[in-house]
């Protein structure tokens, strides 16, 4: 590296500080958390596919694993799918008897860094003869190709492609995942052995890791290079997972240089020209500048100097149009990338940074970086550093939760039966798998939070069969299944405990569980977790986000600071209370149509954990006459449904609330709690049923609140006109028997 100026040490302390700092989170206890929480992520995901049997395996590939990104850099999540079917050799000799195997071919007709793969017959190492599906093509040499197409069959249906990624979006414009479906290869002789011995004794990579890398094979993806005249049927090898392991494997100034390098080049560059240097791109120069050095020059206080070398580095690239790559050296990623014009406006912005000697850092926007290194340089930090990498912590712990509760779905959507008894069975089916002996710990982690969000219902269901008449071996059966699920959150399994003794009508035990669950509940720290659909949720409480930073264990924390939806799927329905039993059928035939293939969870009772403890409350102090309790339940439900912020179910909380108050009589008050419900949901709402039936068991409503129902019903558009007519019938009704009583009472 060149000589180090006067002045470059205290530059490097205080950009270590600030990117280090907790205002950006790239230090060692945040990249640590996001790797644990990410590869639990993965294994989850992974677990779920192997115990339905797919051959498809998940990894997590990219900054937010690496723990190369800030909140600003807005880094997607990108996901490789490994789908196993599939044997892709290099050599006939490594064909399996039985499989569906593929030859790699690399010839003049192949780019650089890409194959054709040859389809081969199951049952001898011979070539297939006989195109196989719309896929698969005749060349001129006689051969039956894969085409790169057929990894379009697999994907998701709101997917854009880009490239050889399905993008996913929650608005439009802003994609948030990238899945890359690819097919494993397991042969060493792809990856070039000169690349394996070309490395010094004692420079990075060390032996160990390219051991590995030599071991950890290749994935083939499907996408050809831009403007080949093959590009259908060429397929990019892809060295994804020995890339993600050297990441993992870098020190702090190495990342942080790397993140640094994003940014720099996300301000400098213009937004039209950012795909011309990509991350990856970055990441192998990176990569290269690490293995031309020693690994002990990448220390704190040598970071400025190290990006120097780095920002050189890349400027010789862009210069020379040519960055190999770092496994396949054969392959220039900088190969046509440049358009005419493009080149000289890059090269003028990297030498503009190059030779500003440090002071372009502090034009940086992205994350305030450049105002908060000139407040470090005058010896001032932001007050609100701790704060970004709290919330950091808090969504990291949301992502894991939202991916137990997803999958756990997946098992209940796929094993669920109208046969109560069949669903058990198919439920019983993933219980012993936590003795298989090729998990990993982290897949044991992963397959016991899972579980555990099946035990609860496996054990309603069971009570659920008989409530009325549990014997003793039964309601041992169920007491056990439950018990092992009952720490997945604070609250929502045992609240499904206690409705199961209140469906039996043992009020005692459902009032001492609820009371538990209350003290509990610390309503300053604990998170409502709706995972049922995607809906804009509002900042994670303070104390809650500072939970996730300061545990280091964060899976363990589930059961002390989130609060799930309380779910009842139909073979449940014994061991819930009537009023949420409505809400199983909350869909008409015309709402079936607006469903999306999110909606999936209309078919169930679902409700918010913390006004489901309330109701709950307020049912059991009824049954048992303590009036003043059951008023302050009542009020609480009122409390949540107003002022929590991240309810995913608040018109279900209105609708059970409305029917609280028709047991108070106060039948005004619950139409407007319906009417306010179907203000949330106007499509598959079961607040539609609660107002007819309410007004056709009244006798006389208040005039104010008839002309509220007139005006809401008359701007529901998704009501039909049936449903429309019987409802002004019966208001019209009742509104004349009204005017007729008080005529008379005149």
Known sequence: MTRIPDYAHNLSIRLSQVVGGDVMGVNEKMVKKRRRMWLLNESIFSLTQQLHGNALKWFVIGSQIEGTTTPELQSDTDWLGSINIYNVIQDLSEWEYGKQNLLMIQDENVSLGYCFLQILRDDAPLPQEVEVNDHSYTDGMGRILLKNTFVNVVRHVEAERNGPAHSLQRVPGVFYMDIVNAFPCQTRSVQPQHWLNQHMEGHWPTNDMIQFCRNTGCFVVGVGKKGSFNEVFEWRISTSLAERYLMLNLNLTQIRCYVLMKMILKTFIPKRFSDIISSFICKTVLLHCISYTRFDEWKENNIFICLSFYLSTLYNCVQNEYCPHFFITQNNLMSERFTPGTKPLILETLRYVIESNGRALLEIECDNFGLSLQSSLNGFLPRDAHFISTHIAGFLLTDTVQAVNKCAFIFLRERSDNSPRQTMQNLLTLMPNHHNDNFTNIDRIAYRLITQQLCGTLGTIIASSNIKQLDHLTYKKAISFMSLGIDTDVASRRLKLASMFYCAEDIEKTELILKNIEERYDLSVVEPMCT?????????????????????????????????????????????????????????????????????????????????????????????????????????????????????????????????????????????????????????????????????????????????ILVALSSFKTMSTFVMFIGLSFICFYISISVFYLFHLL
Request: proline share 2%; hydrophobic share 35%.
């Open 532 to 708: 049922c659909y995607d809906f804009k949720k509002a900042l994670r409480k303070k104390e809650f986000n500072r939970s996730c930073y300061e545990s280091n264990v964060e899976f363990t924390l589930l059961k002390h600071i989130t609060a799930l939806c309380v779910c009842f799927i139909r073979c449940e329905i014994n061991c819930c209370p009537l009023e949420l039993q409505r809400e199983m059928f909350r869909s008409t035939q015309e709402d079936f149509t607006y469903r999306s293939e999110d909606n999936e969870w209309m078919d169930m009772a679902v409700v918010d954990s913390l006004p489901y403890l309330y109701f709950l409350q307020y049912k059991t102090y009824s049954r048992l006459g303590r009036l003043d309790d059951k008023q302050r339940a009542l009020s609480n439900i009122s409390r949540t449904i107003d002022n929590e912020p991240n309810l995913g179910h608040r018109e279900t909380a209105l609708n059970l609330l409305g029917q609280c108050m028709e047991q108070e009589y106060r039948k005004d008050d619950a139409l407007k709690c319906f009417l306010k419900s179907l203000k949330i949901r106007s499509r598959n709402n079961a607040a539609k049923v609660h107002i007819f039936r309410l007004i056709a068991s009244s006798a006389l409503l208040r005039q104010d609140v008839v002309g509220d």
